[in-house]
C-alpha cells in the first residue's frame, strides 16, 4: 500500500522560510538578501514565497509577529507554572533557548530586523504594535506575579512593562557589544535587584 503524501501546511512552509531567512540575512545582510535566496535556502521556488508573502518587508514583518506571539506563549506559559516573581526568573535563566524561534537565537539579527523596519515611517506602526504586545505581557507578568506574592499593587504596570522592556533591549545591545563586562544573566539579575522597587504600593 502506498504511503499517502501530505502536503505542508501553510505554518510548516511558514517556519521554513523564517529560518532560512534568518541564515540568509545573517551571512548576506538584511539589505542584501533576494526573495531568490531566501526560497532557495529554505528548499522552495520563488513562487513558493509569492504564495506566502507579497514581498521580503512582508516577511520580515511576519517574523516579527511570530516572535512576539512566540515570547508571549512561552512566557505565559512560564507563569502558569512559576507564579512568584522569584520563580519566574529562576525559570527563565533556566529556559533552553535553542528551542526558540531564529530571532530569539539571535539578538543581533532581531536588532537589525527592527532597525530596517524602523527606517521607513510607515512601516513604524507594524513595530509599534509588537512593542505594545510585549509591555501588555510584561505588565500582566507583573500584576500577577505581585498578587501570587500577597503584595500590593504596582504603582503603574504599564510604566513598569516599558522600563522593563528598555533594560532588556539595552542589556541585548550592550552584550553585543561588550560581552566581557555583560554577562548574558545582566537583565535578570537587574530586574531581581528592582524587585522590591516593583513592589511599591499606588498613593
Known sequence: ?????TR???D???EKLFEAAARVFEEQG???ASIEAIAAEAGFTRGAFYSNFKSKDELIIAML?????QSIRRNLDLL???RTLADFLDALKTMDRSRQDPLGRSPLLHMEMILFVARAEQRRPDLAKRLRARRKLVADIVET???????????NPAWIAAIVLALEDGFRLHRLIDPETTPADSFLRAIGDLHGAIGISSA
Open 30 to 32: 538584511i539589505g542584501g
Open 80 to 82: 502558569a507554572r512559576h
Open 65 to 69: 509577529e511570530d516572535h512576539v506571539a
Open 12 to 14: 510548516d512552509t511558514c
Open 1 to 5: 500500500m502506498s504511503r499517502l503524501r
Open 8 to 10: 505542508p501546511t501553510r
Open 145 to 155: 506575579t505581585l498578587r501570587n506574592d500577597g503584595r500590593k499593587r504596582a504603582r
